[in-house]
């Protein structure tokens, strides 16, 4: 049988690396660099044998997935660099890849070229979370993790080309759409891909909450000159939640300043709502430069979107799921990616507890009492619905839910059924503020966000509301 023939040991010590190198960069052209980024860059070669060049993984996680999306891109790349076909075999490399010996009699083994750190941006070294006081950038939200559909496809390609052209494509970027639909997902992608593509890049991540609160610490601590010169040195400026800044008056004058010193100095700015910006209780002056910038909506995935979603989970989770179990769920929970993750997780954390086989059987027996549906085809939610679900859920009266009374166990249920009302309808404001006896639009929109305040930090009610939302859905 013949056989490609091996290096040579008398090569350059860095020829092989080189070569090596030179497919990286092939894979780099073709993949993109947020991908390469993501998922090719730390692949070391291990050894050639016969023909078949062995590739090490950090994880099997990844060693899975590049094995699945990327083999045949990454075998084109490297006969492209070797002038020969090889077959690619990925294994999980525990450590750095071996160094040549003498013992290596018959094969030639890659030794990876040191790579000298990239300069510290900062002569301390400090992450940008501390620089700017703000949370890290969730290392699972990359675009290479983020499910495409025809629901968010234009919101995905705009956070893409901000963050291969920060400051220069879409400037501002307004992602808007319900709650557990992938805006936060694609801001904290934007901020990994500037990274990757410039590691000096400073991106500054924050809530709207986050910012009025540092904003009102500024004042009483009298250091308001600290709190300006933090955020306007982000190169990249992502403000999620935007909708918490409205109605105070002070903080979104502040924010208008900060807004117009990055933009002005050609930094990228990021932002997300659970509204399109024409329907904030915001100061004209911003709304219009919100407006300015491309403002892409992101609605809840449809059916086939839903499916990839789950499989995304699942291959992350590392479990392989039937196709008819996938439907099932799919089929079930229609408006919220998070609540049909997190359905995921349950699923396979009873079956990984109870040692039981994955079935349609066993997910209707786990799910079903928590995202039942109503049987009827194609009606939709309406604010009746959700005050009658909530009601019984929260043993108050519909009429109280509708009344004026500031008791607290009907406040929180007015409260919650105006937050359903507004994620599962197309109602605006002054629609659901009708429906609920007549009440003013601001009152909605500060249920709303008191809800959402009080569903990242209360598990119970966080479960409840996502009981009672799986309960509401009807299928498509």
Known sequence: MSTLPLLEF?????????????????????AGQPTFESWLRDLQPLSWLDGALTVGAPSEFKRAWVEKKYSSLLAQCVEAAYGSPLSLTFVVSEGPAPKKTPAAAGRSVFVPRSVPAAAPRMAAGVPDEVLF???????????????????????????????QRPG??????????????????LMHAVGHAAKAGNPGCRVAYISGETFTTQYVTAIRERNMDDFRRRFRAADIWLVDDIQFIADKERTEEEFFHTFNAL?????????????????????????????????????????????????????????????DVLLYMADLIQSNIRVLEGALIKLLAYASITSSPITQ????????????????EGKPVTAEDVKRLVADAFGVKVEEINGTSRTRPIVLARQVSMHLVRELTGASLPEIGRAFGGKDHSTVVHSCQKIRALLKNDLELAQRCAELMGQLKRPA
């Open 10 to 30: 008398d090569l350059p010590p860095s020829s092989d690396q080189e070569v090596w190198a030179a497919a990286l960069e092939l894979a780099r052209e073709r």
């Open 133 to 163: 006081d703000t949370v890290p950038l969730n290392d699972r939200y990359t675009f290479d993790t983020f499910v495409v559909g025809a629901c968010n496809r234009l919101a995905q390609a705009g956070a893409m080309a901000s963050a």
């Open 168 to 185: 220069s494509a879409f400037n501002p970027l307004f992602l808007y759409g319900g709650a557990g639909l992938g805006k936060t997902h």
């Open 263 to 323: 933009r002005d100095t050609g930094k990228q700015i990021v932002l997300s709502s659970d509204r399109a910006p024409k329907d904030l209780r915001l100061d004209d002056r911003l709304r219009s430069r919100f407006e300015a910038g491309l403002i892409a909506d992101i609605r809840p995935p449809e059916l086939e979107t839903r499916i990839a979603i789950l499989q995304q989970k699942a291959l992350e989770e590392g479990s392989a799921i039937p196709d």
């Open 361 to 376: 059987q066993l997910a209707g027996d786990v799910l079903g009492s928590y995202f039942s549906r109503h049987k009827e």
